[in-house]
């Protein structure tokens, strides 16, 4: 049955310390920003993360020493420059255990999870020095050919931002786009679902969205816990809803730079304002 309930809430009951999380979204798209923030104010430590690429949600969580292990093919702000913390993390505390992927590499891995298969094989990583970097990357032969072989990700539970869900807890696209798949895909290879939503609908305003075309990003079978959170996504984009906030994602870049001012950015953004008035 699915839980339908606060974020403030369904955060504290589902999300704790070692659990593996894959976040949907990317490229400042998408992302369940307004649960990041959640997890940042109850202060919830040793995540282990999964993103395919990841931005202001990654480097936030890092801000606040909050991931101990994270798997990515990137981490940055795209059209901005680099994500401060992550570069911290990794060149100078050296806190975070990293897994580098290919992006391709991470597309496969999460359709074997939600395919039910243990591993994956490709071609496209022979010869990459990443096979040297990944002990679980391992070159195997098959009727003659040669492959890399990598592991499926199978995350306790996805997190990821939506348009709306009815009562029953289906999740509906407003129009189907590109991006979508930067959601789904994550989604499906995860034990459970944590959606988040633009807006909570009747059933009967469910039924009129199918009827008008639109269609069912998740049907309720396959989603456990689901919070209303408007303009959840920003300062990432919603399409076709509104548009990255580059202008804010260029503040948060200088203000994490300096310890005191990350600080006045998480009163100002994260704890000292609701998420109406922060938007």
């Not at 990293?98 to 298969?117: D, I, K, N, P």
């Not at 492959?147 to 289906?170: C, E, F, K, M």
Request: hydrophobic content about 45%.
């Amino acid at each position: 049955m699915v839980v339908i309930g606060t974020i403030e809430n369904l955060v504290k009951k589902v999300i704790t310390p070692d659990i593996k999380i894959s976040f949907g979204g990317a490229a400042l798209f998408l992302k369940p920003m307004e649960v990041v923030r959640e997890i940042i104010r109850q202060e919830i430590k040793d995540l282990i993360i999964y993103t395919l690429i990841g931005d202001l949600d990654i480097d936030l969580l890092l801000g606040v020493k909050a991931i101990k292990e994270l798997h990515s093919s990137y981490v940055g702000l795209p059209m901005i420059g680099m994500a401060r913390h992550f570069r911290k993390a990794m060149e100078k505390e050296q806190s975070v255990d990293f897994y580098e992927w290919t992006e391709l590499s991470m597309v496969r891995a999460f359709q074997a999870g939600a395919m039910g298969t243990p591993a994956i094989m490709l071609r496209s990583l022979l010869g990459s020095d990443l096979v040297k970097l990944r002990e679980d990357f391992e070159e195997v032969t098959y009727r003659g050919m040669k492959y890399i072989q990598v592991p499926a990700i199978t995350p306790d539970l996805a997190i990821v931002h939506a348009y709306a869900a009815d009562q029953n807890g289906n999740v509906f696209y407003p129009k189907h786009h590109a991006l979508d798949e930067f959601s789904t895909l994550p989604a499906q290879c995860a034990k459970q679902l944590f959606v988040s939503v633009e807006r909570m609908i009747t059933n009967e305003e469910g039924r009129e969205l199918i009827q008008q075309g639109q269609s069912t990003m998740f049907s309720s079978i396959d989603v456990d816990f689901v919070v209303e959170a408007p303009k959840g996504a920003w300062p990432s984009g919603f399409p076709p809803f509104y548009a990255s906030d580059m202008g804010h994602i260029m503040t948060y870049s200088g203000m994490a730079n300096m310890p005191e001012t990350f600080d006045m950015y998480l009163r100002e953004y994260v704890f000292g304002k609701s998420q109406e008035a922060v938007q």
